[in-house]
């Protein structure tokens, strides 16, 4: 099941005491945003679906949907006609493996691939559509689940490397399907149980990620991400199926890109969504389902945002 039943660890409130103050860095940290970029880390954190059960593998597969239709400045939506950027259009596919060799050690690779459509006004004022599929940047993480013996808290460690195309020569370098840097990923998860009996439950996790080395004319800004979700395991039938409801808080900044291309005054964001799901679990199966609506964006310049977005998920362990 994606949350088997676990003790209460001795780090627990010291882990979410952190995450509590990650979230709360991640919502109040100075304004920026991004003119197109669509922050595409919230789903690279995304779900608890992955929280390491023990020794073993998952293999998965997700679908990610992201229109980036209007407008925004600050808080607020603000005129088409200040951003020549229209609409980008997104999705993205992403093939993973997670394997836990012992209870203290895993390893989580994903491996991505994005189709885009971008929509821009070019210099002679005429509104053009361009398409664009390809392979996205690979990550790979270590997984340290050695605090507790339920491994409820943890670490993930590991880089984003620029396998992706950034070089199409009709989107953006903050439109790109790769970053072409490569970033250090920093991240920790924990859960637990609300409920005597352990059918309500929470899970907290957050990443950080910081370009280490990038491109001479573009630079990708830093970003920090926090998860905070709630789940009721409670409907069951025998071992055969179980259903599990999750409402999950996610926060994100994202700082100032650099570089000629970054157009920082136009680059960085907060913001906050809300992501009701669920997941259905079948043995060695799990399909997990989410729509993820925007609560608060804090955008500087003018930036494409997308106010909701979508997701599925598969998983297969071994």
Not at 23 to 49: E, H, K, M, Y
Not at 73 to 90: E, I
Not at 102 to 119: A, I
Request: glycine share 12%; aromatic share 12%.
């Amino acid at each position: 099941m994606l949350f088997s039943t676990i003790q209460t660890s001795r780090r627990r409130a010291g882990l979410v005491v952190i995450t509590a103050a990650l979230l709360s860095a991640t919502l109040f940290a100075p304004s920026a945003a991004q003119a197109c970029a669509c922050g595409c880390g919230i789903f690279d954190v995304g779900t608890g679906a992955m929280f390491p059960d023990g020794a073993g593998g998952t293999v998965f597969v997700e679908a990610d949907w992201v229109d980036q239709n209007r407008n925004w400045s600050g808080t607020t939506a603000a005129a088409a006609d200040q951003n020549a950027d229209k609409r980008v259009q997104s999705q993205f596919y992403t093939a993973g493996l997670q394997y836990l060799f012992n209870r203290t050690w895993g390893l989580q690779v994903d491996v991505p691939y994005w189709r885009r459509q971008f929509t821009t006004q070019d210099d002679d004022g005429n509104i053009a559509t361009f398409d664009h599929t390809a392979v996205g940047d690979l990550r790979i993480r270590g997984v340290y689940t050695g605090f507790s013996s339920d491994l409820s808290s943890g670490l993930t460690f590991g880089l984003k490397l620029p396998t992706g195309d950034a070089s199409y020569a009709h989107f953006d370098a903050d439109t790109e399907i790769g970053s072409g840097s490569t970033d250090l990923l920093l991240g920790a998860f924990h859960r637990g149980r609300l409920t005597a009996e352990g059918k309500v439950g929470y899970f907290v996790r957050g990443q950080w990620q910081e370009p280490l080395q990038s491109k001479a004319n573009y630079r990708p800004g830093n970003e920090l991400i926090g998860v905070v979700g709630v789940y009721y395991q409670g409907w069951a039938h025998a071992d055969t199926l179980a259903i599990t409801p999750i409402l999950q808080m996610t926060a994100a900044y994202r700082g100032h890109d650099g570089g000629p291309d970054g157009h920082p005054e136009d680059s960085g964001y907060t913001r906050l969504l809300v992501s009701p799901g669920i997941e259905i679990h079948m043995s060695k199966i799990r399909i997990y389902a989410e729509a993820g609506f925007a609560l608060h964006d804090n955008v500087s310049g003018n930036q494409l945002v997308s106010r909701r977005n979508y997701k599925l998920s598969m998983f297969y362990s071994f």
